[in-house]
């Protein structure tokens, strides 16, 4: 997978809790990217980072929260606000943002609101 | 509007046979486009990438990508077709000029039966 772990490989969270999914990466990587995935949706960009503490807005950002600290690190926090947050979750990363690049995905983690 | 098409759910193919996944998209300007696996539980493995030159793309594990601009294809194909390479296989397209946005087509379920 890459060089990029994700921990845990699955994850059970109680309503009104908040839980975070860690991503790590030793490729040195400039870019890291969050993706959901739900059974016959592809990929959903939830949030991405260029560089160190910088990042953006995906596509379907309510409810989750980032952080990106270190290059090798970048925390996703599934908050009480993200109303369906059972789904498989992707971390990637990329050399940069360049077009040309081609992402390199972790093994994933599986959360289950219980 | 931007977007990735995998208009088949499933394609069966029998060990052997030549096997063909289709994706069409549809993106302002001259795309970047990739060819994905991904296996039960895992995350994606990048397979190949088509950035510009020839039309005829060659990846990982024998498949092989077939851009066309005028039908505005990049059909995945590999000769002769194996029962491991049953999976879920995703097209994606990035704009060059806006280099955060990966499009994910829906998945192709590819079933290699003996």
């Known amino acids: 997978d890459g060089g990029i772990t994700q921990s845990p490989k699955y994850l059970f969270r109680k309503e009104g809790q908040n839980v975070t999914l860690s991503c790590e990466q030793n490729?040195?990587?400039?870019?890291m990217y969050w993706y959901r995935q739900d059974p016959g949706q592809g990929l959903r960009l939830i949030y991405y980072?260029?560089?160190?503490?910088?990042?953006q807005k995906g596509d379907i950002a309510e409810g989750y929260s980032v952080s990106r600290e270190k290059k090798e690190s970048f925390p996703l926090t599934v908050t009480s606000a993200q109303t369906t947050p059972t789904a498989f979750y992707l971390c990637?990363?990329?050399?940069?943002?360049?077009?040309?690049?081609?992402?390199?995905f972790g093994p994933g983690t599986r959360l289950t609101v219980l | 509007a931007q977007s990735v098409a995998q208009p088949e759910d499933q394609v069966n193919v029998a060990e052997g046979n030549p096997l063909t996944v289709k994706c069409t998209y549809s993106?302002?300007?001259?795309?970047?486009l990739f060819w994905y696996v991904q296996y039960p539980n895992r995350g994606l493995q990048f397979l190949l990438k088509?950035?510009?030159?020839?039309?005829l793309v060659k990846g990982s594990y024998g498949f092989e990508a077939e851009f066309n601009k005028s039908q505005t294809s990049f059909h995945l194909k590999k000769p002769s077709a194996l029962v491991s390479d049953s999976a879920l296989y995703f097209c994606?397209?990035?704009?060059?000029?806006?280099?955060?946005?990966?499009?994910f087509g829906s998945g192709t379920k590819l079933n290699v039966k003996p």
């Open positions: 993106v302002s300007g001259n795309p970047y």
């Open positions: 088509y950035i510009t030159g020839d039309n």
């Open positions: 994606a397209v990035r704009e060059p000029t806006r280099f955060n946005k990966f499009y």
């Open positions: 980072s260029q560089i160190v503490n910088d990042f």
């Open positions: 990637a990363s990329s050399v940069g943002l360049a077009g040309s690049d081609e992402q390199f």
């Open positions: 490729l040195n990587h400039d870019a």
